[in-house]
C-alpha cells in the first residue's frame, strides 16, 4: 500500500478534496546551506560530511537575508492549499529551523491561518561553534601577523550556542461558529490532553522533550517518532486524517498509524519515498485493525 506518494506535494494537493484534512504535521526545507526546493539529500550529506564546512563557513551559519525570502515565496503557494484541503478549525504543525520561524509563520499567516503558538522541541545537539585559529592560520598574512590575530582571538567561536531545540510553528484553519459547533460539524479545532505520548502524567506544553532518533533511514533531519506521535494524539482524532507534504523517511506515517489515524504523504525524491514506504509497510504488518486510506478526487 503506497500511503507515501513521490511525487510534488504541489501536484498531490490539486488532486485532493477539499476540507479533507484534519491535521498537517510537516517539516519542510529549511532554505539554509542548501536545504531549499532544490533538496537533494545525498547531495548535502556528501557537500558536509567531510568537513562540515559549507564554502568557508561552518554549516548552519552561512547567513543569507534572501533564504528567508526565498523560504517564504516557497511556502506560500503550498499554505494556500493548505488552507483549501484542510476542515474548519483543522491545525498545522510545521517544523522550522530557528533562526527562520518568524518567515513560517508569517507566511502560514499570510495563507489565512491563525498562528496559535510557538511550539519547541527539546532535544539534546551537539556544541556546532568554531574556534578561529585553523581559518587564522589559512589566510595569506605574515606569520607575525597571524600570531596576533591567535592570541587576541582567544578561544573566542563562532555565535552558535549548543543547539537543545526546534521550533514548530502551530497554526490553525478559522472554526466555523463556536469551539463546540465546529467540533460537532467536523471533529477539529479542540485538543486532546487527557493521555500524551511523552510525559503522560504531566498537562503538555510548549517545550516537548525528546531524543533525536538514532536511526535516520538516510535523512538528514528525521524526526523521532515518540515526538510526533505526542503531537499528533493532542491535535488530531482517531481515524481523522493526518498529512505531511514533505514526508521524508516517513516518521509521521508511522506515528500517525500508530497512532489509528489515517495518513497521506508526498515525497519528491523518488529514492527516499521508496525508504518511507518499505518502513511503512512494516508498520502496517504489525497492525491488526485495517487503517484506512486518504480520499482522492480524480
Known sequence: MELIHSKDCRLMMQEMDDDTVSLILTDPPYFIDGMGDDWNHQKLKEKTKKSGVVGSLPVGMKFDKQQGKNLQKFLYPIAKEWMRIIKPGGFVLC??????????????????????????????????????????????????????????????????????????VLAQAPREGTFVDNWDNWETGLIDVSNPYIEPEKFPGTIISASKPKERYGHLTTKPVDLLRHLIRIFSYENSLVYDPFAGSGSCGEAALLESRKFIGTEIEEAMAEIANNRIERILTDITEPRGSARISG
Not at 115 to 126: K, M, N, T
Open 95 to 168: 517544523f522550522s529551523q530557528n533562526r527562520l520561524v518568524h518567515h513560517s509563520a508569517m507566511t502560514i499567516e499570510d495563507a489565512g491561518f491563525e498562528i496559535r503558538d510557538i511550539l519547541a522541541w527539546r532535544y539534546e545537539g551537539q556544541a556546532k561553534a568554531f574556534t578561529q585559529q585553523h581559518f587564522i592560520r589559512k589566510r595569506k598574512i605574515s606569520q607575525h601577523e597571524k600570531e596576533r590575530l591567535i592570541e587576541k582571538v582567544g578561544s573566542r567561536k563562532t555565535p552558535q550556542l549548543k543547539p537543545q531545540c526546534e521550533m514548530i
